[in-house]
């Protein structure tokens, strides 16, 4: 019987040993990866949309997502080097420039030399 009684007893420690082990994080918050863009701007506009529902928390969000949304209320749209930007990798892709050839026309262009590609 008292066989019986000490089987009992370690049993039950092993069953919330495991119980205890089972709980704990598989890893710890300090060595989480950080977000990715898609995921901070998914975080940024879910915060954006607080307060609106239904279709127009649904409209926001799809537009939001897109890049359309300011990231915040009171960024301009556009600055001029944003614009300078656009203009010049529409043109880069334009010609189908790649690699170095494409990065020597980017900086060219964004100075405001732009050279024709080859």
Same mark, same amino acid.
């Given at each position: 019987? *008292?066989?019986s009684?000490?089987?009992?007893?370690?049993?039950?420690a092993f069953?919330f040993?495991?119980?205890?082990?089972?709980?704990?994080p598989?890893t710890?918050?300090a060595?989480?990866k950080?977000?990715?863009?898609?995921?901070?701007?998914?975080?940024?506009?879910?915060?954006?949309?607080?307060?609106?529902?239904? &279709?127009?928390?649904k409209?926001?969000?799809s537009s939001?997502?897109?890049?359309?949304?300011?990231?915040?209320?009171?960024a301009p749209?556009?600055?001029?080097?944003?614009?300078?930007?656009?203009?010049?990798?529409a &043109?880069?892709?334009?010609?189908?420039?790649?690699?170095?050839?494409r990065?020597?026309?980017? *900086?060219?262009?964004?100075?405001?030399?732009?050279?024709?590609?080859?």
């Open positions: 019987m *008292s066989l009684l000490r089987l009992l007893v370690i049993s039950a069953a040993a495991g119980t205890a082990f089972a709980a704990s598989a710890p918050a060595t989480t950080p977000h990715t863009a898609q995921q901070q701007r998914m975080i940024d506009c879910n915060h954006q949309a607080t307060g609106k529902k239904g &279709d127009e928390r409209a926001f969000m939001c997502l897109k890049g359309h949304a300011s990231a915040s209320p009171a749209a556009d600055t001029a080097q944003h614009t300078k930007m656009k203009s010049c990798n &043109d880069a892709k334009t010609k189908a420039l790649k690699g170095a050839e990065k020597a026309f980017m *900086s060219s262009c964004l100075k405001g030399n732009a050279v024709a590609a080859h």
